[in-house]
C-alpha cells in the first residue's frame, strides 16, 4: 500500500523567513511524488514533482523539494516566504507502476506581515 | 492549451435531492479523475477513468453517486439523492494517462464545484 503523511496539519511563517512543509511517504516501490498547492476557492496546481531523475527538484515560485530514500521524506522548502504563499499545501504520491493518486491531508500555510 | 473545465462551479441543494456536475478534460487526455474534498481534508479519489473505462472506483459511494463518461472524453458525476455529508467541492482532473518526458504522470486539475447540502 502506498501513503503520503504531511506532518504538519499548520505551518505558520513571518515573511521573509524560510519555509518548510514537511511529507512522508511510505511505499515498497519508488513513487512519483509531487507537490500541489491550492490557494482559497483555487483549483490545484502543480509546483514540482519528483520521478527519480534528481533528488533535488526546484518548483515554481522559488520552492524546491528534495527526496531522501533514507528518511522516506519529501519535504517542501522556501528560502524567503512571501504573502503570496499562504495557501494549502498538499504533498501526493504514484507507486511506481500506479497511475492512482493518493493525497496527503494537507497542510495549511500562513505568513504573518 | 485550455484547462479542464467544471460546471457549476456552485450548487446549493437540499438533502434527498439530485445534483449532477460536469467535467471536461484536457484535450487528447485519456485519465480522468474525480476527488472530493471535504473542508479541511485532502481531496479523495472518487472515480478514474481510463478513456471510457473505470480504472478504481473503490471509494465511489454507488449507492447514491454514479459517473460516466462516455466517448472518453467529457465526464459527469451523479449524486442522488444527497446527504448533507455531501457537502464538499468536487475536483476533477486529467492526465496523458501514461508517463511525460520526465517520467511522471502529472494531473491538472479543474477549478472544482462546491456543493452545499442543505
Known amino acids: 500500500a502506498q501513503s503520503v503523511t504531511q506532518l504538519d496539519s499548520h505551518v505558520s511563517v513571518s515573511e521573509g523567513t524560510p519555509v518548510l512543509l514537511r511529507c512522508n511517504y511510505s511505499s515498497s516501490y519508488s513513487p512519483s511524488l509531487f507537490w500541489y498547492v491550492q490557494h482559497p476557492n483555487k483549483g490545484l496546481q502543480l509546483l514540482l514533482k519528483?520521478?527519480?531523475?534528481?533528488?533535488l527538484v526546484k518548483g515554481i515560485n522559488g520552492f524546491e523539494a528534495e527526496f531522501k530514500k533514507s528518511e522516506t521524506s519529501f519535504h517542501l522548502t522556501k528560502p524567503s516566504a512571501h504573502m503570496s504563499d499562504a495557501a494549502e499545501y498538499f504533498c501526493?504520491?504514484?507507486?511506481?507502476?500506479?497511475?492512482?493518486?493518493?493525497f496527503g491531508r494537507g497542510t495549511s500555510l500562513i505568513v504573518h506581515p | 492549451e485550455a484547462g479542464v473545465a467544471q460546471s457549476p462551479r456552485y450548487k446549493i441543494i437540499e438533502k434527498r435531492q439530485s445534483v449532477a456536475f460536469w467535467c471536461n478534460p484536457i484535450s487528447g487526455h485519456a485519465t480522468l479523475y474525480w476527488y472530493q474534498q471535504i473542508l479541511g481534508q485532502g481531496p479523495k479519489l472518487l472515480i478514474q477513468?481510463?478513456?471510457?473505462?473505470?480504472?478504481?472506483d473503490s471509494q465511489l459511494p454507488k449507492d447514491r453517486f454514479s459517473a460516466e463518461r462516455l466517448k472518453g472524453v467529457d465526464s459527469t458525476l451523479k449524486i442522488q439523492p444527497a446527504k448533507l455529508e455531501d457537502s464538499a467541492v468536487y475536483l476533477c482532473?486529467?492526465?496523458?494517462?501514461?508517463?511525460?518526458?520526465?517520467?511522471?504522470?502529472?494531473?491538472?486539475f479543474g477549478a472544482g464545484s462546491r456543493l452545499t447540502v442543505l
Open positions: 501526493v504520491s504514484l507507486l511506481g507502476g500506479s497511475y492512482i493518486p493518493t
Open positions: 482532473a486529467s492526465s496523458q494517462g501514461g508517463k511525460d518526458e520526465s517520467g511522471a504522470n502529472v494531473l491538472t
Open positions: 477513468f481510463q478513456n471510457n473505462g473505470v480504472v478504481d
Open positions: 519528483y520521478t527519480s531523475a534528481a533528488t
